[in-house]
């Protein structure tokens, strides 16, 4: 499976974009509003959003996040972890971030670099709205292609 988040609006605080799923055929099946932290030049923890590339995916069943998904959704086996960053030569899991997860979310606040996931967006007020709803559409899908092969995630940005 092959996942694309396409950045389309930055703001002092966030950035706001879409997740697809890119088919086979090159075209895009839209999944979710985005919403990330701000770009920045040098790292701040919890407060700069990832850089775009090319990514794996990974599930990763331990952890305080993945205790409290576990007990709030039935479903859940393991947090939707971007896990190795491809450098043009190789995968590399010591990309300068870690735990870097797919989960719900509204506000900036939320993040902590993560990209959060929605189903309704308010640009005005960068945010993303029905993040709840939106987990439960992806996670299935994508949890299921990382058990039974690859996800990769692509990250461009256009803002």
Partial sequence: MNLEILRYKSGSNATLGSLFVRNAD??????????????????????????AGHYRMAIRDDGGMNTGYSKRYDFHRGM?????????????????????????????????????????????????????????????VVADSIENGSVYLDITDYA
């Fill in 26 to 51: 090159g075209g895009r099946e839209w999944l979710a509003y985005t919403l990330e932290d701000e770009h920045r030049d040098k790292k701040v923890k919890h407060e700069t959003r990832i850089p």
């Fill in 80 to 140: 939707l972890w971007i896990r190795e960053k491809f450098n043009g030569v190789e995968w590399r899991s010591d990309w300068g971030f870690t735990y870097v997860y797919l989960h719900i979310g509204n506000t900036e606040a939320d993040t902590s670099g993560c990209p959060l996931v929605g189903l309704s967006q308010n640009g005005t007020a960068m945010t993303v709205g029905r993040s709840r709803d939106a987990y439960k559409k992806i996670y299935p």
